[in-house]
């Protein structure tokens, strides 16, 4: 969700009213994603690499995803959303991390869009962690290193309990994916666009949809084997 702070500077506000734009966005997109049945929606929130930010912009961005967590409580609940978190969450300040992990219980339950925000998340990192995991059972006897392979490290990986990502939507024309799922987005489609993250609402949604829905996802492939595997 890129382009907070270029939106606020745009305007001679604090990067913070950026931010704070930006939260807009997020209840808007979540919304119109469970509108339009998506199954799962994950927003990059905060990066590893954020903590380095100014502290009160750390401050302020923990404090809007406090007032997010609290004032969506009921939305969530209501309409059968279960909240995730991804990332190193234990490193969240206590008022962020009590109202999350107590969200995250109450809608365990729910069946409906699963809303995971990557919070103190690095794709790097995350590999990183799911290969100490995987080290430790391989040490322990648990796992035979000969019996490691894709299917299986994946269980590793802190979204495992996640479907497979299809698409990665980036905003404010910022074209890389800044160390976020590293490996879950081996075969997702990529959509760049023009909008800074405050400005994006579910018109850009339903045309980054729009634009997945006419790609041809080959996963390796050719056009021809997809044609004959249709014919079946």
């Known amino acids: 969700m890129d382009g907070n702070g270029r939106w606020a500077q745009l305007r001679g506000l604090p990067r913070l009213e950026g931010h704070r734009a930006g939260a807009e966005s997020v209840r808007d997109i979540t919304r119109a994603a469970r509108e339009l049945g998506v ?5 990059f929130a905060f990066s590893s690499q954020n903590w380095a930010r100014p502290a009160d912009e750390v401050a302020g961005l923990m404090e809007l995803l406090r007032e ?3 004032e969506e409580r009921a939305e969530i609940l209501d309409n059968q959303i279960r909240l995730e978190g991804l990332g190193d969450t234990e490193r969240l300040p206590p008022h962020v991390k009590g109202p999350l992990d107590e969200l995250r219980s109450a809608s ?3 069946r409906g869009m699963v809303l995971t925000l990557a919070l103190s998340y690095g794709g790097r990192e995350s590999i990183a962690s799911a290969v100490r995991a995987c080290a430790r059972d391989v040490a322990a006897g648990v796992v035979k290193p000969d019996d490691i392979d894709v299917e299986r490290f994946e269980r590793y990986l802190p979204t495992a309990g996640l479907p497979p990502v299809d698409l990665l939507i980036r905003t404010s024309g910022e074209q890389r994916i800044s160390n976020f799922m590293l490996w879950e987005l081996a075969y997702a489609e990529l959509v760049f666009v023009d909008v800074l993250w405050p400005e ?3 018109a850009h949604l339903q045309g980054c949809l729009e634009t ?3 790609r041809e996802r080959r996963f390796g ?3 021809a084997q ?3 595997r249709s014919d079946v």
């Open 221 to 223: 492939l050719t056009s």
């Open 212 to 214: 997945f829905g006419g």
């Open 226 to 228: 997809l044609a004959d």
């Open 68 to 70: 997010f967590i609290i």
């Open 200 to 202: 994006f609402r579910r």
């Open 39 to 43: 199954e799962a929606l994950t927003l």
């Open 108 to 110: 365990a339950g729910n």
